[in-house]
Nanobody
Framework: VQLVESGGGLVQAVGSLRLSCAAS????????MGWFRQAPGQEREFVAG????????DYADSVKGRFTISRDNAKNTVYLQMNTLKPEDTAVYYC?????????????????WGQGTQVTVSS
């Protein structure tokens, strides 16, 4: 399974971005998917996750009410809509896929990872 993120960039505070993660390969082996982020000098942290059907989602407290995760299984794509961005949201954002159908908060639970896309929010 290959995951490719896109949609990152430079945006001013309170602006919006939408990240996409396109999956290819053995997509049928994927169930839940998630977004993580890693800022310089910090550990990779959970941002949002979604199960196969999209019925169950979870978010980090720091992004609740501002970010929305969604997926289009027909397009093998997961999205992260990010609104009201803050400078502290600046990080490399990674897409991850889990063979199990549950939203896991730990990065160690995910089986596949993308290369990441940089998001920079200026104040």
């Amino acid at each position: 399974v290959q995951l490719v993120e896109s949609g990152g960039g430079l945006v001013q505070a309170v602006g919006s971005l939408r990240l996409s993660c396109a999956a290819s390969g053995r997509f049928f082996s994927i169930n839940a998917m998630g977004w993580f982020r890693q800022a310089p000098g910090q550990e990779r942290e959970f941002v949002a996750g979604i199960t196969w059907s999209g019925r169950n989602t979870d978010y980090a407290d720091s992004v609740k009410g501002r970010f929305t995760i969604s997926r289009d299984n027909a397009k093998n794509t997961v999205y992260l809509q990010m609104n009201t961005l803050k400078p502290e949201d600046t990080a490399v954002y990674y897409c991850a896929a889990d063979r199990r159908n549950r939203v896991a908060l730990s990065a160690t639970n995910y089986d596949y990872w993308g290369q990441g896309t940089q998001v920079t929010v200026s104040s």
